[in-house]
């Protein structure tokens, strides 16, 4: 099973808004409505922010959403803030199995 | 509090064993599928395993299958991860996490596992 894809890295200024992609196949992105993303500061084990493509996970900012069409997924982060800086990484149900993108480091 | 915890890495020689452990509290461990997910330092997450809630369903990545093996006890409410012949490539963080219809969606602190002679 070959990672999602996305873009090794972003970047934003405070107050901008960005968009990372996530792009599968039609054996995982595009079969399942079973996506998620995670944010990952250094050292730290990853936190989901997104499940089931579009539900912000609780305790999260309504500056992240989550979208797709068809064998891809993105996550959109308005309002960019300081502490958004991080790694980000999405997921996807294969059927059998899970796989991850490679990651997207953001820069604020 | 709802969290897990990992315990059991540290250093193994090549081709030697490893048992993971990821203590569950908080939650009704045995409603859940499980995974395990490792992560080379300063590299991205990789799906290693996943278990149903009585442990008799499991899947495993292509790179681990043979080698390692999930299993749960939920009288222990306790994740486990056996790992044989493990490779220098093995050597990663492993995060066990709960299941959300393949989605991860709470994650352990992590423990390192270190393959190195």
């Known amino acids: 099973q070959s990672a999602l894809t996305q873009p090794a890295s972003v970047s934003g200024s405070p107050g901008q808004s960005i968009t990372i992609s996530c792009t599968g196949t039609?054996?995982?992105?595009?079969?399942?409505?079973?996506v998620s993303w995670y944010q990952q500061h250094p050292g730290k084990a990853p936190k989901l922010i997104i499940y089931?493509?579009?539900n912000r996970s609780s305790g999260i900012s309504n500056r992240f959403s989550g979208s797709k069409s068809v064998n891809t997924a993105s996550l959109t982060i308005s309002g960019l803030q300081a502490e958004d800086e991080a790694d980000y990484y999405c997921?996807?149900?294969?059927?059998?199995?899970?796989?991850f993108g490679g990651g997207t480091k953001l820069t604020v | 509090e709802v969290q897990l915890v990992e315990s059991g890495g540290g250093l193994v020689q090549p081709g030697g064993s490893l048992r993971l452990s990821c203590a569950a509290s908080?939650?009704?461990?045995?409603?859940?599928?499980m995974h395990w997910v490792r992560q080379v330092p300063g590299r991205g997450l990789v799906w290693v395993s996943r278990?149903?809630?009585?442990?008799?369903?499991?899947t495993y990545a292509d790179s681990v299958k043979g080698r390692f093996t999930i299993s749960r006890d939920n009288a222990k409410n306790t994740l486990y991860l056996q790992m044989n012949s493990l490779r220098a490539e093995d050597t990663a963080v492993y995060y066990c996490?709960?299941?959300?219809?393949?989605?991860?969606?709470?994650w352990g602190q992590g423990t390192m596992v270190t393959v190195s002679s």
């Open positions: 039609s054996s995982d992105v595009g079969a399942y409505n079973y």
């Open positions: 997921s996807s149900y294969t059927g059998r199995g899970t796989v």
């Open positions: 278990i149903n809630i009585d442990g008799s369903g499991t």
């Open positions: 908080g939650f009704p461990f045995s409603s859940f599928w």
């Open positions: 996490a709960r299941d959300h219809y393949g989605q991860a969606t709470l």
């Open positions: 089931d493509v579009t």
